[in-house]
C-alpha cells in the first residue's frame, strides 16, 4: 500500500535532503563529483528538480479533467 500523497510530499524532499547533506558530508569532490550517475549526490539533486515538474504536470492533468468534466 503506498503512503498518501501529503505524506510523500513531506517525506520524498526530506529524504533528498538528507541524501544531500549525506552526500556532501562523505563525498570528497562534492560539487563536481555531482555530474556522475554512479554517485548518490546526483540523484539527491535531481530528486528535488523532479518533484516540482511533476506536481506540476498533476496539477495540469486534474485541472484538464476538471474543464473536460464542467463544459
Known sequence: ???????????V???????????ASVDEKFPQGCTSTNS???YSLLLPVTIPVYVFFHLWTWMGIKLFRHN
Do not use: E, I, K
Request: aromatic residues 12%.
Open 1 to 11: 500500500m503506498l503512503p498518501s500523497l501529503p505524506t510523500l510530499t513531506v517525506l
Open 13 to 23: 524532499p526530506l529524504l533528498s535532503l538528507a541524501g544531500l547533506f549525506y552526500s
Open 40 to 42: 548518490l549526490c546526483f
